[in-house]
């Protein structure tokens, strides 16, 4: 969180709407690279988009270690709520590889207002979709797509099939 909030300071469209859309797409673009998500969060569906379950907490524990604090700022007719941050970030957890993931998640999302990148989180993922209200979002929801499958799709698919003998007779 203190260094999405660090690498966005400079962005005004920053605010918790949009530090929650980076920890998504960070975790879930990561578990679908590498098959390990960056934080580990339980991600639920809020109507806003997915958040991490753990975001309330972890918030309060940085207010309480003094690494950074919530303020509120105007944003045309809106309030934001924006993490700033009172030290660096401490990245030695993360490896170079996750954070330059969380880079381009980031620098991807700069342009686009909290609305915006809120419609990015559920038009654009099949994960925030198929799950309801309040539930949690699986980490192996990112390999789902509603896109239609193309002829190399089809013949991919019909090659496993073979393959792994999952081609059973009709009755």
């Known amino acids: 969180m203190l260094y999405a909030a660090e690498k966005s300071r400079s962005d005004e469209r920053f605010g918790a709407t949009k530090l929650n859309k980076i920890l998504f797409f960070s975790d879930f673009l990561s578990y679908g690279l590498t098959g390990t998500p960056i934080t580990g969060a339980t991600y639920q569906k809020l109507k806003n988009g997915p958040a991490p379950v753990e975001l309330k907490p972890v918030a309060r524990e940085i207010v309480a270690e003094h690494s950074g604090m919530f303020v509120k700022r105007a944003w045309f007719n809106y309030t934001q709520t924006v993490l700033v941050p009172l030290r660096p970030a401490n990245i030695n957890p993360f490896s170079a590889e996750e954070i330059d993931l969380v ?20 038009d654009r993922s099949e994960a925030w979709q198929i799950a309801e209200i309040g539930d949690v979002i699986p980490y192996e929801a990112v390999f789902l797509s509603s896109r239609k499958p193309n002829s190399v799709d089809v013949g991919r698919a019909q090659e496993l099939a073979r393959q792994y003998g999952w081609l059973g007779t009709a009755k």
């Open 103 to 122: 880079d381009d998640v980031i620098r991807n999302l700069a342009p686009l207002d909290a609305t915006e990148t809120s419609l990015l989180s559920h």
